[in-house]
């Protein structure tokens, strides 16, 4: 286990269209960073906003409140906001995320226009992975794409991994032993959401420094191409139905309640 991590976001990344070669961009840009380029189990870090520009993933702000109910799979909860603003709506998007807004972001974006999520942040990162790869000459190598979003009972944004390629996503301790050598039951590590959020302390959210390296985890970098240097992704960080204990917000939860309890259903 390595005792030190270290953490850099390169200025200088170029705006971002469509159709642009987002691996070449970042390529370009770790290349000339004069932090000795990449090494052997760096994780690269892109939020997903760049990754959306590069594949196209705009639309009109005019669009915005249609493109939340395009995205969403289900809603979670709904707030009504004063002075005239849409209502927030909390919803699963198609990703599988629960999110405000379903991720659809107007920040950092051109006038006029809102960001969707890339359809398949898995399939981008593997996709940047390999270029980056090829081009440093790395068979260690791992990506993580980024976006923000709230968590239940906390203040405050994090960055979570919402894409990755070439990193074990989780550290499932169960069956160890704890420093008293008590058994390991419960915990399972989310190691991609923790290298989103300590790369988002040095890009910030509008310095214009979507790109990070993540230097010093190197044991849970992957080796190799295809789906076992890949590994299984961020999708796989995405709680099953099943085990969902958040599945609707409060005042929806309680509002259903009551009429099932005054229609004589079983609550």
Same mark, same amino acid.
């Given at each position: ?38 090494? !052997? ?10 990754? #959306? ?12 409140? !249609? ?17 005239? $603003? ?6 699963? @998007? ?13 920040? @950092? ?14 399939? #981008? ?49 169960? *069956?160890?032993?704890?420093?008293? *050598? ?16 300590? #790369? ?5 959210? #509008?310095? *214009? ?18 789906? !076992? ?7 796989? $960080? ?30």
């Amino acid at each position: 286990m390595s005792d030190r991590l270290t953490v850099w976001a390169p200025a200088g990344f170029p705006e971002v269209r469509p159709g642009d070669d987002l691996a070449r961009l970042v390529g370009d840009l770790l290349a000339s960073a004069g932090e000795g380029g990449l090494a !052997q189990g760096d994780v690269v870090v892109v939020t997903s906003k760049v990754v #959306s520009k590069a594949e196209g993933r705009v639309v009109h702000a005019a669009d915005r409140e !249609q493109a939340i109910s395009d995205e969403t799979v289900r809603v979670v909860a709904t707030r009504d906001r004063p002075g005239g $603003l849409a209502p927030l709506r909390i919803v699963e @998007n198609r990703l599988g995320l629960v999110m405000a807004a379903a991720g659809v972001d107007a920040s @950092n974006t051109p006038d006029g226009t809102v960001l969707l999520l890339p359809e398949d942040p898995d399939a #981008s990162a593997r996709a940047l992975r390999a270029a980056l790869r090829a081009r440093f000459g790395l068979d260690r190598l791992g990506v993580v794409v980024t976006d923000t979003a709230g968590r239940p009972w906390r203040d405050g944004l994090v960055d979570i991994a919402i894409g990755a390629a070439g990193v074990a996503v989780v550290d499932d301790l169960r *069956g160890g032993v704890d420093a008293h *050598g008590r058994p390991i039951s419960v915990t399972v590590t989310a190691v991609a959401d923790e290298i989103a959020t300590a #790369s988002e302390l040095v890009r910030g959210k #509008s310095a *214009g420094r979507p790109v990070a390296v993540v230097r010093g985890v190197d044991r849970y970098v992957l080796a190799g191409a295809g789906p !076992q240097g890949d590994g299984p992704g961020a999708r796989t $960080l995405v709680r099953p139905s099943a085990d969902d204990l958040f599945r609707e917000g409060s005042a929806e939860a309680y509002a259903r309640g009551y009429s099932d309890a005054r229609a004589g259903r079983s609550v």
